[in-house]
């Protein structure tokens, strides 16, 4: 599926075809997909979500020894004021201890700019980033209002790339290209492949005496690329680490997080391992086809059943399967051990999942496997051909809510209205909905918390031990807050303001 | 206007007057943008903003019209029109206000025409304005006031009746200043003290209704040399109500200042007034004279860098010279000012600065700001003599922190944005607000101990 000719990678909107909105069973969510009829649905009622740009300048701020301009007006990237003491915190816990943090620019598109054009800006923006920063890399990430008026920014980073020692990385994220946030992993990973693996300023590893070069690629085949976008914290990435040390792999992390003059030795890896490929199928796919690194990516290492199906399908890829079911069975029953005491706190308690499909499907997996919850609901940000595996052991179940909604915490506040989970796993920005209504709620992911592995089995366990141990805040903050929703809409069918004909967003 | 910005401390009209709007009781914004839009302010409007939080509809529950690709070529108006109709049928709102963006404004959506035919539909429908927040018209200053003037054209009911002792305050924009609430309930304490009746549209206590009958007011008070100062012209020209510009108070010196200045204005009974700030100084002074033993025993002076936007800079200013007895050698001006307004502004720092001139810069970029200052403070250059920048301490936002920590200095946090606090109630003007600042710079000081 080569796309690197092109300057901008096609949209998820077109490249899988995913569904934004849906709700009802999961049969029909499957078959619907499947057949591509989903695709065209929208919503007559909507709220806000991010946009591709937010997502895909906070990934690319997090690599270090980078600035990020936003090319458009003041606004675009405002979400970085309230972040950048956290990416700091991210990278010093990597060991990166001359961590700046975030670095960013805005271009300031103003009225004039509007009409002659903004491309001055930014130049003026990439040379002063030089100046000021001495960065490995340069993201220019493009916004709504220079795409309409017609900047050609790709045009000014081949214009500039030879005054900078930075490499300029153009990424097309304009906001109203998308409905599907998602795209943003397919930008930058786009970027990545076009100007930092491709090309003449590739680092390649200093030549090396024959007995080294030998050792280095005997090593090269027991190293893999384990990907992380933002969404695994420190401790997730460790425990990965440790999971795939077991089994005779060396990983490398790629690409928060890394410094970019390290990604050249991504092509030289044995193996790509995606934990979620609404993450990473772009990236995966592109690296296989034009390094010859194949991949694994069925699944997200949460909970036992699918750290299982993760970590043999890597093993299986060498030969280890043997040694993986070892580390498994050991892991398993000490995990279960550890797990026994916790479960009389879950007993004939319902959960609620919302959060990305894949995520979503392994942790309400997980939920009902490991601790003995019951899942009454799931909601996913999305739904693509990638969702059915996750999703499989909730096939025929009838009893369980499917909501597919960024967002959108309208159709989430009536649902939880109707189902009363006791508690709540989602994403940032929609917990606090569910938490207005009274529910605990346990943030499903998060940069200082474990959810991968074995090691966050325990963890999400014993944090959901703690919040139902004293849900009094909860409570409190349901009798004392107003939500903005009008009493008949609880009555409505949550899915009253989907439709099939393409026309909302 | 303007070039680039490097870690700009402000965010696009949008979000400015998203986070306006989110601050009047039960008001509800209906975007007309791009999907993004909101969740992209949000985070610069909650956690930035002393994890404000989102409110009554706010934060991911912003009703968006989210223009598309479709929209772009053939025109968002109908899907604004879909949007206002089920916003009506799923949301309790007592006031909605389109917000427009980029998108909507550069392909020219006749969104007056939507609001008209909405007014016409008529039968017990909230009432609804628009404000720009088109973020190549400003930043979040700009949509602070682009909801003001909505408001005072469309929303307040004329009255050419005006009542005696009854003012409305403004000038703090919510989330922008991060203890908006806490300003603004402590300021009409004060004014309250001396017997006005005082409207602040942003805090619990104010209504809708309060806000709809503000055209009868004697006075409009704006606590900022800056902010504000456009919506209180439309105010006078569509209400006829003058307006009073001044400079946000902290400490009891310029509380008196201010409480004076008003009380001339209304022409108010001086007994009464002095009275009053006699008993409030009185009180205030047996709270603020508790450091003394510490200041005194351990060198509680400091050399101090402001980075701040125009109102708190000015603020910060005068209590730190006034008040603190400190010596501020760098006022970094952070909000973005016309190269013709900055005399205007310096202006403002005489009497709390003992020479602006030097000690104010007007810079934007965040990394610069250390620049500034040693362009006011020799370099360390290697002599056995060299004069540290030390004891020194910086009044700034959180994007500071790294700034003072490489100088060694004390750092607090109290301009936009601030990610590292949580803010309530807390204040920092007036009286109450004053000693809330001495508690939290002070605390800094000891936090070892």
């Given at each position: 599926?080569?796309?690197?000719?092109l300057k901008?990678?096609?949209?998820r909107?077109?490249?899988?075809?995913?569904?934004n909105?849906?709700g009802?069973?999961?049969c029909?969510?499957?078959?619907g997909q499947?057949?591509?009829?989903?695709?065209?649905?929208?919503?007559?009622?909507?709220q806000?979500?991010g946009?591709q740009?937010?997502l895909s300048?906070g990934?690319?701020?997090?690599i270090p020894?980078?600035?990020v301009?936003?090319?458009?007006p003041v606004?675009?990237g405002?979400?970085?004021?309230a972040l950048?003491?956290?990416?700091?915190?991210?990278?010093l816990a990597r060991?990166n201890?001359?961590?700046?943090?975030?670095?960013?620019?805005s271009?300031n598109l103003?009225e004039v700019?509007?009409?002659?054009?903004?491309?001055?800006?930014?130049?003026?923006?990439?040379?002063?980033?030089e100046?000021?920063?001495?960065p490995?890399?340069?993201?220019?990430?493009?916004?709504?209002?220079?795409?309409?008026?017609?900047?050609d920014?790709?045009?000014?980073a081949?214009?500039?790339?030879h005054?900078v020692?930075?490499r300029i990385?153009?990424?097309?994220c304009?906001?109203?290209?998308?409905?599907?946030v998602?795209t943003?992993?397919?930008?930058?990973?786009?970027g990545?492949?076009?100007?930092?693996?491709?090309?003449?300023?590739?680092?390649?590893p200093?030549?090396?005496?024959e007995a080294?070069?030998?050792?280095?690629?005997?090593?090269?085949?027991r190293?893999?690329?384990?990907?992380?976008v933002?969404?695994?914290?420190?401790?997730d990435?460790v425990?990965?680490?440790?999971l795939?040390?077991?089994i005779g792999?060396?990983?490398?992390v790629?690409p928060?997080?890394?410094?970019p003059?390290k990604?050249?030795?991504v092509?030289?890896?044995?193996?790509?391992?995606?934990i979620?490929?609404t993450?990473?199928?772009?990236?995966v796919?592109h690296?296989?086809?034009h390094?010859?690194?194949p991949?694994v990516?069925?699944t997200?290492?949460?909970?036992t059943?699918?750290?299982?199906?993760?970590?043999?399908?890597?093993?299986d890829f060498?030969g280890?399967?043997e040694?993986a079911l070892k580390?498994i069975?050991?892991?398993e029953?000490?995990?279960n051990?550890a797990?026994?005491p916790?479960?009389k706190?879950?007993?004939?308690?319902?959960?609620f999942?919302?959060?990305?499909?894949?995520r979503?499907?392994a942790q309400?997996?997980?939920?009902?496997?490991d601790l003995?919850m019951?899942?009454?609901?799931i909601?996913?940000h999305h739904y693509?051909?990638?969702g059915?595996?996750?999703?499989e052991?909730f096939k025929g179940?009838?009893?369980?809510?499917?909501?597919?909604?960024?967002?959108?915490p309208?159709?989430?506040?009536?649902?939880?209205d109707r189902?009363k989970?006791?508690?709540?796993?989602?994403?940032?920005?929609?917990?606090?909905?569910?938490?207005?209504?009274?529910?605990?709620?346990?943030?499903?992911?998060?940069?200082?918390?474990s959810?991968?592995g074995?090691?966050?089995v325990f963890?999400?366990a014993?944090?959901l031990e703690?919040?139902?141990?004293?849900p009094?805040?909860y409570n409190?903050l349901?009798?004392?807050?107003e939500l903005?929703y009008k009493k008949?809409?609880?009555?409505?069918?949550?899915?009253?303001y989907i439709?099939?004909?393409g026309?909302a967003a | 206007?303007?070039a680039?910005?490097e870690k700009?401390?402000?965010?696009?009209p949008?979000?400015g007057?998203?986070a306006?709007?989110?601050?009047l009781?039960r008001a509800v914004?209906?975007?007309?943008a791009?999907?993004g839009?909101g969740g992209?302010?949000?985070g610069?409007?909650?956690?930035g903003?002393?994890h404000?939080?989102?409110?009554?509809c706010?934060?991911?529950?912003?009703?968006?019209?989210?223009?598309g690709?479709?929209?772009?070529?053939?025109g968002g108006?109908?899907?604004?029109?879909?949007?206002?109709?089920?916003?009506?049928?799923v949301v309790?709102?007592?006031?909605l206000?389109?917000?427009?963006g980029c998108?909507?404004?550069?392909?020219?959506?006749?969104?007056?025409a939507?609001?008209?035919?909405y007014?016409a539909?008529?039968?017990?429908?909230?009432?609804?304005?628009?404000?720009?927040?088109?973020?190549?018209?400003?930043?979040?200053?700009?949509?602070y006031?682009?909801?003001l003037?909505?408001?005072?054209?469309?929303y307040?009911?004329?009255?050419?009746?005006?009542?005696?002792?009854?003012v409305?305050?403004?000038?703090l924009p919510?989330?922008?200043d991060?203890?908006w609430?806490?300003?603004?309930?402590?300021?009409?304490r004060?004014?309250?003290?001396?017997?006005?009746?005082?409207?602040?549209?942003?805090t619990?206590r104010d209504t809708l209704?309060?806000?709809?009958?503000?055209?009868?007011?004697?006075?409009?008070?704006v606590?900022s040399?800056?902010?504000g100062?456009?919506a209180a012209e439309v105010?006078?020209?569509v209400h006829?109500?003058?307006?009073?510009v001044?400079?946000?108070?902290?400490?009891?010196k310029?509380?008196a200042n201010?409480?004076?200045e008003?009380a001339q204005?209304?022409?108010?009974?001086?007994?009464?007034?002095e009275?009053?700030?006699?008993?409030e100084?009185a009180?205030?002074?047996?709270f603020?004279?508790?450091?003394?033993?510490?200041?005194?025993?351990?060198?509680?002076?400091?050399?101090?860098?402001?980075v701040?936007?125009?109102t708190?800079?000015?603020?910060?200013?005068?209590?730190?010279?006034?008040?603190?007895g400190?010596?501020?050698s760098?006022?970094?001006?952070?909000?973005?000012?016309?190269?013709?307004?900055?005399p205007?502004?310096l202006r403002r720092?005489?009497?709390?600065?003992?020479?602006p001139e030097?000690?104010?810069?007007?810079e934007t970029?965040?990394?610069q700001?250390s620049?500034?200052?040693?362009?006011?403070?020799?370099k360390?250059d290697?002599?056995?003599?060299?004069?540290?920048?030390?004891?020194a301490?910086?009044?700034?936002?959180r994007l500071?922190?790294d700034?003072a920590d490489?100088i060694?200095?004390?750092h607090?946090s109290?301009s936009?944005p601030i990610?590292?606090?949580?803010?309530?109630?807390?204040?920092y003007a007036?009286?109450?607000?004053?000693?809330?600042l001495?508690?939290?710079?002070?605390s800094?000081l000891?936090?070892?101990?």
């Amino acid at each position: 599926m080569s796309y690197l000719h092109l300057k901008v990678p096609p949209t998820r909107d077109t490249r899988l075809r995913p569904c934004n909105a849906y709700g009802g069973s999961l049969c029909n969510l499957v078959d619907g997909q499947k057949t591509g009829c989903l695709s065209a649905n929208g919503r007559s009622f909507t709220q806000a979500t991010g946009c591709q740009l937010t997502l895909s300048m906070g990934m690319a701020a997090s690599i270090p020894n980078t600035v990020v301009i936003y090319h458009g007006p003041v606004g675009c990237g405002a979400g970085s004021l309230a972040l950048s003491g956290q990416s700091k915190e991210s990278q010093l816990a990597r060991g990166n201890d001359d961590a700046v943090g975030r670095v960013w620019m805005s271009t300031n598109l103003s009225e004039v700019d509007i009409v002659s054009g903004g491309e001055k800006k930014l130049e003026a923006a990439i040379l002063e980033a030089e100046r000021r920063f001495r960065p490995h890399a340069i993201f220019i990430g493009n916004t709504c209002v220079p795409a309409i008026i017609g900047d050609d920014i790709d045009n000014v980073a081949t214009r500039l790339q030879h005054r900078v020692n930075a490499r300029i990385i153009p990424l097309h994220c304009e906001g109203f290209k998308t409905r599907f946030v998602a795209t943003a992993y397919d930008i930058v990973y786009h970027g990545i492949l076009r100007y930092l693996l491709n090309g003449e300023r590739d680092r390649e590893p200093i030549l090396r005496d024959e007995a080294a070069q030998i050792a280095y690629e005997q090593r090269a085949k027991r190293t893999v690329n384990l990907l992380n976008v933002g969404s695994m914290g420190y401790v997730d990435e460790v425990e990965l680490v440790r999971l795939l040390n077991a089994i005779g792999l060396e990983a490398n992390v790629y690409p928060c997080f890394t410094s970019p003059e390290k990604f050249v030795k991504v092509k030289d890896a044995a193996l790509s391992i995606s934990i979620c490929a609404t993450h990473d199928d772009y990236f995966v796919e592109h690296l296989k086809e034009h390094y010859g690194v194949p991949y694994v990516l069925n699944t997200i290492p949460i909970g036992t059943d699918n750290v299982r199906l993760w970590l043999l399908d890597v093993a299986d890829f060498f030969g280890l399967r043997e040694e993986a079911l070892k580390v498994i069975a050991v892991e398993e029953a000490e995990l279960n051990k550890a797990l026994a005491p916790l479960k009389k706190a879950f007993e004939g308690k319902t959960a609620f999942v919302s959060t990305g499909e894949i995520r979503a499907g392994a942790q309400a997996c997980m939920l009902e496997n490991d601790l003995g919850m019951k899942v009454v609901g799931i909601r996913a940000h999305h739904y693509d051909e990638f969702g059915e595996i996750v999703f499989e052991s909730f096939k025929g179940r009838e009893d369980v809510a499917i909501n597919v909604a960024a967002n959108q915490p309208f159709e989430q506040v009536n649902l939880i209205d109707r189902l009363k989970p006791d508690v709540f796993l989602g994403h940032g920005n929609s917990n606090v909905w569910a938490a207005k209504q009274g529910v605990p709620t346990l943030p499903i992911y998060g940069p200082n918390n474990s959810y991968l592995g074995y090691k966050g089995v325990f963890e999400v366990a014993t944090r959901l031990e703690r919040i139902l141990a004293n849900p009094n805040w909860y409570n409190t903050l349901g009798e004392t807050v107003e939500l903005p929703y009008k009493k008949s809409w609880y009555e409505q069918d949550p899915y009253a303001y989907i439709r099939q004909d393409g026309e909302a967003a | 206007m303007g070039a680039f910005i490097e870690k700009p401390r402000f965010t696009c009209p949008l979000g400015g007057a998203l986070a306006t709007v989110g601050a009047l009781p039960r008001a509800v914004a209906v975007l007309h943008a791009s999907q993004g839009c909101g969740g992209n302010s949000i985070g610069a409007i909650m956690q930035g903003a002393g994890h404000t939080g989102s409110g009554y509809c706010g934060g991911a529950s912003i009703p968006t019209s989210a223009i598309g690709e479709q929209q772009i070529v053939f025109g968002g108006a109908a899907r604004l029109e879909e949007q206002l109709e089920s916003t009506l049928e799923v949301v309790d709102a007592e006031l909605l206000v389109v917000i427009s963006g980029c998108t909507a404004e550069i392909i020219g959506d006749d969104i007056e025409a939507v609001l008209r035919n909405y007014r016409a539909a008529g039968g017990g429908r909230p009432p609804l304005i628009h404000a720009s927040g088109a973020g190549f018209k400003g930043n979040s200053y700009f949509g602070y006031d682009s909801v003001l003037k909505s408001l005072f054209r469309d929303y307040v009911v004329p009255n050419p009746s005006k009542k005696k002792g009854k003012v409305n305050l403004w000038g703090l924009p919510p989330a922008l200043d991060v203890f908006w609430e806490g300003n603004l309930i402590e300021l009409r304490r004060v004014l309250e003290g001396i017997g006005l009746t005082v409207n602040t549209f942003f805090t619990k206590r104010d209504t809708l209704v309060e806000l709809k009958n503000a055209a009868d007011a004697e006075l409009n008070i704006v606590v900022s040399p800056v902010n504000g100062v456009a919506a209180a012209e439309v105010f006078k020209e569509v209400h006829g109500v003058d307006h009073l510009v001044t400079d946000l108070p902290i400490g009891a010196k310029a509380t008196a200042n201010f409480v004076r200045e008003v009380a001339q204005r209304l022409t108010l009974d001086q007994a009464r007034v002095e009275s009053f700030l006699a008993a409030e100084k009185a009180s205030y002074y047996h709270f603020f004279n508790r450091i003394s033993d510490s200041y005194a025993d351990l060198d509680f002076q400091r050399y101090l860098v402001i980075v701040a936007d125009t109102t708190y800079a000015v603020a910060l200013s005068r209590f730190a010279q006034h008040e603190l007895g400190w010596v501020t050698s760098l006022v970094a001006v952070t909000d973005p000012t016309d190269p013709e307004d900055r005399p205007s502004v310096l202006r403002r720092f005489e009497g709390g600065l003992p020479d602006p001139e030097r000690t104010v810069a007007f810079e934007t970029d965040t990394s610069q700001v250390s620049a500034r200052l040693f362009e006011r403070w020799p370099k360390p250059d290697g002599s056995r003599y060299y004069r540290p920048f030390s004891p020194a301490f910086v009044i700034g936002s959180r994007l500071d922190k790294d700034f003072a920590d490489s100088i060694g200095a004390g750092h607090l946090s109290v301009s936009y944005p601030i990610s590292n606090r949580f803010v309530l109630n807390r204040g920092y003007a007036g009286y109450t607000g004053a000693l809330h600042l001495v508690e939290d710079v002070f605390s800094v000081l000891v936090a070892k101990r």
